[in-house]
């Protein structure tokens, strides 16, 4: 058991840029959870994945968001046309399939748009 | 819509001492209520779950109640020592137009030592 793993963990990149993370989630793990997260806040929802199938997504996320999740495996979270306020960490979370299992994190991607 | 909250002020307690944290929500029964800690800079680790149906769980020095009525629960570490000092996240599992855990804004503790 190697954790939940997340690619890279920092990235700066220009507004108006597309920016992809990439989250490796525990093997046995079903489930799969983007989050994100800015300073002083707590984890805010943006979508999950049950094996490939994208069973939610949150309506704060914009058309300029997208997730794949395409073997069932890893999953990548791409940004289009970055703007400034996408600046946080982005959170990936895995958890087996049936509810009230702990979700279990990676250290997150911390994205910065100047 | 459904929200949940935390002290939003940080609660600074001595070592030794029992610190007592509060997660409120509305609107919303979950199924599951679960604690998290999370360290600066890092993604937030696992530490407690609590079903709807219990009253109360505990873990070494951690305690967490939970009362459905009240919506809310309470969050105890006893003995408390300066490596707790973190922030600690509620979070509740349960159906909202798709089964997810959403999670509260945190409360920050520091324990002096």
């Known amino acids: 058991d190697t954790g939940v793993s997340q690619n890279p963990r920092h990235k700066i990149t220009k507004r108006g840029q597309n920016v992809t993370f990439r989250c490796d989630p525990i093997?046995?793990?079903?489930?799969l959870y983007w989050y994100r997260q800015t300073l002083g806040q707590g984890p805010e929802f943006l979508t999950y994945f049950q094996n490939e199938a994208q069973l939610e997504k949150s309506r704060l996320l914009s058309d300029r968001f997208s997730a794949e999740r395409p073997k069932g495996s890893f999953s990548t979270l791409e940004i289009q046309r970055t703007e400034q306020g996408d600046s946080a960490m982005y959170l990936c979370?895995?958890?087996?399939?049936?509810?009230?299992?702990?979700?279990?994190f990676g250290e997150g991607s911390w994205l910065t748009v100047v | 819509s459904q929200k949940i909250e935390q002290n939003s002020e940080a609660l600074n307690i001595q070592e030794g001492k029992t610190a007592t944290l509060t997660c409120n929500y509305t609107?919303?029964?979950?199924?599951?209520l679960q604690w998290y800690r999370q360290d600066p800079g890092r993604g937030p680790v696992f530490l407690l779950l609590?079903?709807?149906?219990?009253k109360e769980k505990r873990k070494e020095r951690l305690k967490v109640t939970f009362d459905t009525t009240l919506k809310q629960s309470l969050f105890h570490i006893t003995a408390s020592q300066p490596a707790d000092s973190a922030t600690y996240l509620c979070?509740?599992?349960?159906?909202?137009?798709?089964?997810?855990?959403?999670f509260g804004a945190g409360t920050r503790l520091f324990v002096k030592a």
């Open positions: 609590i079903r709807e149906n219990e």
């Open positions: 979370a895995s958890s087996l399939e049936n509810s009230g299992n702990t979700i279990y």
């Open positions: 979070a509740l599992e349960g159906f909202t137009g798709g089964f997810k855990t959403i």
């Open positions: 093997s046995e793990h079903n489930r």
């Open positions: 609107n919303y029964s979950p199924a599951y």
